[in-house]
Every structure is written in structure tokens, then in C-alpha cells.
RNA sequence: GCCGGGGUGCCCUAGCCCGGAAGGGGGCUGGCCUGGAGAGCCAGUGGCCCAUUGGGCCGCGUGGGUUCAAAUCCCACCCCCGGCGCCA
């Protein structure tokens, strides 16, 4: 039975296919032909052991039919090829385990529609959308970053304060000095409106998403290591995860993890594919490895509220649910009239995971630049091969493909707002798809976010 | 945290005391049978390696140990369930 990863496949079958995806990616390749090698070796190795196996279960089972007093000689060979035998499975072993480390390091091939490039620089912008609106200082910055399309804006002839600065210092609903003496950077108070604000956001996403037939999910906060391993790669991993002190628990940092470990070891039919899932949840992120980037306000933090679209779909029908959660994610901010382009991610910034990625980017006009809300993977058969998710076709057994998207995160949308809504007064308005949702709460706000004439806490 | 029970193929279960090729049931898939359906019967239903038909190996929570031979005996660990305690 051909039960193959696709990335395992090409090892054997067409490593150039291999090698130029490694290529795109700005990686090395000198990997796929030693793990070749090792693979090769692995397999005439274990053949091997087969047949000294093979040998040595015969005399096995010829011994309890003869007479106890003739054994004698018999139980001497069997000693002497389980020796054999010992031997050669340590070698093999040895060889299985360098051969894993070296797969389980491989990235997912990626898509031909992947842009080339070494970071972030050769993402494409594939589609704008929305009529940003532009202050005049930042208007050389949005026709480099709109540059090749024609994207109408609205000139803005006075300069929006920045999300951070009209939170904390002209709304007065958040605080992340208070914050940071009690629990370091990165975290935040949030008060009032904005509260209300972000249960809201939490709501209308989660209605948006449910209504296509995403079945809603909270998941566990906490996962062990190796089911962490089989979703994220080791270096996202240790750059990003919390860890529980004194126990084999990780603080996850998307419901998407817990979301595809929730089928590990799940082998589904095809009539029970797509499984389509919305998560709810904390997320929690050490952001290592970014220090001095955004450090003000809440726009990148260790710890926000998200709201998750998954699918588990078909192999020959992933790439079409790709281009489908990411449209539903357009429907959100499209609604939220936030301005946004769609991003085509360059292989050399994609995750290992990932064959092919698109960000959606809102425009912040006090930044003057489309920032990333919004990341939308599909990830093949890379986790499921990890996690043994399987879909059984008539006694042929293939892998699943994941895909994950943002519906909404909490912190970010707010930023957007903020921005994208601020009024020359300094009030910002709320998004009319709100309403509904604001409307349960009396105290909360319902047209707009007017600023606080006092802070709520001392300095 | 303490005490007890348990982990066997997709699911359930026998086997464990007393070591010698993992048996039964269910589900699913295919075939036979039928006017059709059902019942019945047969086969398949975890992973890996080699190969043209086919053959072999591994696998009974994990890792060690004893033995010619381990689901079975020994040691350590993990997880799940129940009870008690603590607790929002």
C-alpha cells in the first residue's frame, strides 16, 4: 500500500521537485540528498533484518515440537541470530532516527503560485480593496505600497493619531505601562468601550463564519508537546510558545493547533470531508525574537482573543478552500469597512508548514502602511502527516489537507479601527455590522467611541 | 495529592494467573446469492520493507529487562476511568 506524504514521495520519486522548493524557500539543499542516501541505506538495512528475523523465527518455532533433550543445538542458533538480530536493529534504528530528524525538519513543498523571494519584501499584493483614507504626509508611502494598482483613497488633511497613542492617551481605554510594571511588555489593560468593543468583534465573526457551516469550537488552552510538534515547526515552536513550569504543557498560541490535533490518529471517510471548524480562544505568543518592533500600544502582544477558521479537506480540493477562507475573511473586514489588500506571502517568508500563504493587510493611515491582520494557510498534508490524519478512499489511505485562517483577531481589528474610524475629534466610530451585538449591552457604546475625560488609573 | 480499576487492530472484547504464530463479535468495503431488498455465506479491513504473481517483518499504552521464545513474567514511566480530598 502507497500511503505517502507528498514530501516523502518526492524524496524518492522526484527529488529536483524537492530541491526547488527548498530553493524558493532560501533554504539549503544538501538535506534532501542526505536524507536520500540515508533513506536508501534505511531500506537495504531493514530488508536485511527482515530475513535475519525471518530466520530466526523459524528455529523459534521448531523448537517446542521436538523433544526437549534435542533442543540443545537449536537454542544455540536462535542465540546466535538474536544476537544478530540485536545488533542490526540498533543500526537500523540509528539510521530510522537521523533519517526522521532529517524529514521531519522538511518544509511543505510550495505551491507554484508561491512568489519567489527571501522575505517579506517579495510578498505580491494580489488585490486592494476599500478607499484608504491617506493624510497628506503619508501619501508618498501609500502609492509605494499600492504601487501597480490603482487604488482610489480618500486625502486626509489632517494627520490621525496612531492606534497606540489614541487608545491610551486620547480614548484613555487601555493601558500597557500599568500592565508591563505587573506582568512585563506586551500586555495590556482594556477598558470600557473597547471591551465592549472586543466581545462584539468576538461575536460577529464567530455568527459571520458559523453561518457557512463552520461547526463552533472552544478548545483546550494547554497541549502536550508532541501533539504541538505535529502542527507547528520546531522553530515557530520555540520562538512563539509558552510553557507550562514542571509539566508537558504548552500554552498555545492559536486555536488552529488544538483544532487539527483534535482529529490526531482520525482517519475520515470521504463523505465526512470537508470538516469545517470556527475555534474560539486566548492566544498566547512570547514574540521572542522581536524586540523593538510595535512596542507600543496592543498591536502585538502576548496575548489576544481570536477567532479561527479550519478545514480538513480533500487532497485534489484544498487549494479551492484556500481561496475560500480567505474570501470569508475578506467578508469580515469588508463589513468592519476596514481597507485591505490580500498579500501572495513569498516562499522564503512562508512557515514550514505552509505550501502556500496570503496575509490580509488592513490599511493603517496614521502608519501609513497595510500591517497584517489576517494569515490564511494551507498547509497540505504537512500536519496531518505529523498527526496521522488520514482519509480512507475505498481501502487506498491518503492524507487529509489542513488549511487555517484568521477570521478575527481581537487586538488587531481594534488597531485597525481605531485608526481607520478616528474622527479629526478624536472619537472613533463603530462599525455599523456591530450593532447587533452591542445592542445587547446597555452600557456599551453604540454608534461611537467617545474619549474618557479622565485615565482610569494613576500613573 | 491519596486509594482502586484499566490501556489488545476502526470500535468492543477474549487471551495475562500457567510464556510457544493475536481469537471472537460489531462496524465498514468488496464479492457470492436475490426480480429487488434482507438474511446468509466468503474475503478484505494497522504500519513498514522487498517484489511481476507474491512474500516477509514489526505491532497488544511507552521504554527497559529476563528468555531460544513475551500481550503473557520483572522493573520504570505515561495516559485514561472511578472513589476520596481540595477547589471556581
Redesign the pocket.
Known sequence: ?N??WSVLEALRENPEVLKDSLRKRYMPTDLVDKAIELDIK???R??E???L??K??????L??RIPPEE?GK??EE??D??RKVKELEEEVKKLDEERNKILASLPSIVHESVPEGPDETYNVPVRFWGKPKVPRSKLESFKRETEGFQVEFELLDWEPKGHADELELILKMGDTYKAAQLSGSRFFYLFKDIVWLEQALVMFALDVISKKGFIPVIPPYMLRQDYYLGVTDLETFKDSIYKIEGE?LYLIATSEHPLIAMHAGD?F?EEELPRLYVGVSPCFRKEAGTHGKDTKGIFRVHQFYKVEQIVFSKPEESWEWHERLIENAEEIYQALEIPYRIVNIAAGDLGASAAKKYDLEAWFPAQGRYRELVSCSNCVDWQSYRLKI?LDR??R?EFVHTLNSTALATTRTICAIIENHQREDGSVRVPRVLRKYLELFDSAPKDEIVPLEEKLIKD
Open positions: 500500500m500511503l505517502g534505511w531500506r537495504e531493514i530488508t533484518l527482515n530475513r528475523r525471518e530466526r523465527n523459524e528455529v523459534n518455532r523448537i517446542p533442543r537449536l537454542i536462535a542465540k541470530l538474536g508537558d482517519t471517510v488520514k475505498k481501502g489511505r
